[in-house]
């Protein structure tokens, strides 16, 4: 695979990734869309109402805490923030992104449910559940384009 090919897959499997959080945290999603580029601020009585909720302390950390904010009522506020993504510069490549984003959305689906916005009978839900690591690394290696791609590849399984 070219470099540029391995580009396209690399941004294939993050577009779905954000797609896919942003299905299952929908009103998050309508209120940010970037949840691990910015820095953030809270105050401290913020804090003190959304902290003693928080379980999860891997990468959606980040996206635990503006959900619990939400749940809580706090208001969120962006301002805009200039980035460039670099594969060079990535934390992660190979096969780590594959058994990171399943871990990923998993751990999402875990918020979802906790903090009471996750359908039970959502397909996407459903089929990250079930799908082996097998049969991840392998919709990884060839990733759909859209999130109803993905939906027919859940329906199918």
Request: proline share 4%; glycine share 4%; aromatic share 8%.
């Amino acid at each position: 695979m070219t470099f540029n090919g391995e580009w396209k897959s690399r941004n294939t499997r993050v577009h779905l990734f954000i797609r896919t959080w942003q299905h299952l945290l929908p009103e998050l999603a309508r209120t940010i869309t970037d949840t691990n580029r910015a820095f953030k601020a809270f105050e401290s009585g913020a804090l003190a109402r959304i902290l003693p909720r928080i379980e999860t302390y891997t990468f959606p950390y980040q996206i635990e805490l503006l959900q619990a904010c939400i749940t809580r009522g706090i208001p969120l506020t962006t301002r805009g923030i200039a980035y460039v993504d670099s594969e060079a510069a990535s934390t992660q490549d190979g096969a780590e992104i594959t058994e990171n984003h399943l871990s990923q959305i998993r751990q999402i689906i875990d918020i979802a449910r906790r903090y009471g916005v996750l359908d039970e009978k959502d397909e996407l839900a459903r089929f990250f559940l079930s799908v082996s690591e097998a049969e991840w690394q392998g919709i990884e290696a060839n990733p759909p384009d859209t999130l109803a791609e993905l939906r027919h590849e859940a329906r199918r399984s």
